[in-house]
């Protein structure tokens, strides 16, 4: 069956780096766009990265854009994002899934059909 994989979260202090891993399975991975999205306690849950199957596409979030880098490797069945310059506010749990819908709205959860089960991270001193 299809799963998504999150890994790599942690205790991290401002202005550190983490690199968040998403392993997929039971499905053709290079067919699909992968999400990145977060939820910070009492939040909702937010897109801030996407890349499309081939990796030509990517898009962010303007709260990470600049600090957050998205990759894949289709080979490894393997979604990556490398976290540098974190921030306090960067603080919630990571999920990464699989993109069912394509149209416009990158960012809307409502888009994805499988998710991971999160990865916390936390940014403090």
């Known amino acids: 069956q299809v799963q998504l994989v999150e890994s790599g979260g942690g205790l991290v202090q401002p202005g550190g780096s983490l690199r968040l891993s998403c392993a997929a399975s039971g499905f053709t991975l290079d067919s699909y766009g992968i999400g990145w999205f977060r939820q910070a306690p009492g939040k909702e849950r937010e897109g801030i990265s996407y890349?499309?199957?081939?990796?030509?596409?990517?898009y962010y979030a303007d709260s990470v854009k600049g600090r957050f880098t998205i990759s894949r490797d289709n080979a490894k069945n393997m979604v990556y994002l490398q976290m540098n310059s974190l921030k306090p506010e960067d603080t919630a749990v990571y999920y990464c899934?699989?993109?069912?819908?394509?149209?416009?709205?990158?960012?809307?959860?409502?888009?994805?059909?499988?998710w991971g089960q999160g990865t916390q991270a936390t940014v403090s001193s």
């Open positions: 899934a699989r993109r069912g819908i394509y149209d416009t709205n990158w960012y809307d959860r409502l888009k994805y059909d499988y």
């Open positions: 890349i499309s199957p081939s990796a030509r596409i990517t």
